[in-house]
């Protein structure tokens, strides 16, 4: 799959190229959110774009008119062959220094292909380890999908190893934060917990969807997770908007394993139902 | 003064626009360097491309080649009516995951205008105030001058007011670290301090500079400056490497205010007389 897109707007006019005094670019002074499309159809679509508010709300970016990205995101969700759309958010123009006088708002839509996960990462489990960089934190920041994503990049730079599949983070206090590129629920007696993002990380709308389901036998739970309490878990699965969920099966170095739990897998169905992830054999 | 670019390069080619895959804009996967330019000349190059190469060195980023990059800076660099030079350096295209495989290197030089500030700044001092926002703590990212600078743009965003020229940044363990886009030195009696950067901050080529200068009847130190700590300073000044240095005679709000120190003026003077800066009357 080539990493061209298949289509882009930019502000609405198709196009493939950026102003270079873009803030985006100069400082990245935006956000972005990363949505599966599934027979033009986006999964999740209201939390994306709540999210995408929100975030410019706290980073004081005018938000989009939600009618003109609505349809602009819808039309190129229906682009044959469209099985990611991106949308990325910047405060316009600007490279003369940090302040962010601008009131202006420029939209990127990016219409793209997915590249799946092997069904088997899915249906088997996937191999975690422990990555290096730590996130640093600022609450001013955390939990929003902003364009600063340095830290990601040098985590996930940390391994290509077959072996291993995702990486995670913890702060500097040694608590788990979540993966490179996804939200980490574990699952302790009845509470399945995530970590608070409120210093670090990135509230991922599949996080938030898991933390509001109902009926599943266990408590959701928004709980502190030492890094060494990962292991006493009795399950533990990775989530965003491209991958669903997926069972982790294996800490490695220091090497510690666990079962796919029942729980995951129910969530994991219950999410592919709405479009977002395999469905694998219970 | 105008925004726009007087003359842009993009990987040699003569351009205002930017792939929209660039990893600088979907991550801030990059680093930056602002010169200013006099004369046709730059001040300090030397040390602007050795942060750069190093920069890239710790992102892992391909370095551009000396020699080219340092034509095009100095081609952009002869044109009228350029008094800044920019360059961008991304770690080229990739847009569908952080995983940094890529092993290109896209460069950006950008020609500007230079913007002033008042040289009654730099004769009679400004005011600075501490900001909210404070900088999270990232050894891996210390130091580098990279791309993703939204906590410097919130803090840059906290004061618009004619009476503060200048926000000071601390850390999360009320260390200074430095100003939205400068660094700063206090002089606490034969000494002439900054604060390490080994956790958080831009280590300016300015700043640099100031630390090797000789021969000033004070010993130049990195050293710790708690918050509470610098109003005890006999004299304090910011620098960068467009404004040089500037004598800082006011803190607002806790009330402040030191003298334009007789160090701050001969290193300003020195500084400028090689190019950074304004001449100002001793």
């Not at 996960?117 to 600022?138: E, K, M, S």
């Not at 490179?180 to 709308?205: E, S, Y």
């Amino acid at each position: 799959v080539s990493d061209a897109p298949i289509a882009a707007r930019i502000d609405g006019v198709a196009g493939s190229s950026l102003p270079l005094l873009d803030r985006g670019l100069q400082y990245g002074d935006g956000l972005f959110e990363t949505m599966r499309v599934v027979q033009g159809r986006i999964p999740l679509l209201d939390r994306h774009f709540a999210r995408l508010a929100e975030g410019c709300l706290r980073l004081a970016i005018p938000v989009p008119p939600h009618a003109v990205l609505e349809a602009e995101v819808a039309e190129l969700a229906a682009l044959p062959g469209v099985g990611v759309v991106k949308i990325i958010v910047t405060r316009g123009d600007g490279a003369r220094g940090y302040a962010p006088r601008h009131g202006t708002t420029r939209r990127i839509v990016l219409a793209l292909p997915y590249r799946a996960w092997p069904q088997a990462w899915h249906r088997d489990g996937i191999a975690v380890r422990w990555c290096q960089t730590r996130l640093g934190c600022n609450p001013r920041l955390a939990g929003l999908k902003h364009l600063n994503r340095l830290e990601q990049v040098l985590a996930r730079g940390e391994f290509d190893d077959s072996n291993v599949q995702e990486g995670l983070l913890a702060d500097s206090d040694d608590r788990l934060v979540g993966g490179t590129c996804t939200n980490v629920f574990a699952r302790f007696g009845h509470a399945f917990c995530t970590p608070a993002l409120d210093r670090a990380g990135i509230a991922g709308v599949v996080r938030g969807w898991v933390l509001e389901a109902e009926g599943m036998g266990a408590s959701m739970e928004v709980r502190e997770i030492g890094r060494e309490r990962l292991a006493e878990a009795d399950e533990v699965f990775v989530c965003n908007a491209l991958r669903g969920i997926v069972p982790v099966i294996r800490l490695a170095g220091p090497e510690h394993t666990w079962p796919v739990g029942v729980l995951t897998r129910a969530l994991q169905m219950r999410l592919a139902a709405a479009g977002i992830g395999h469905e694998v054999g219970a």
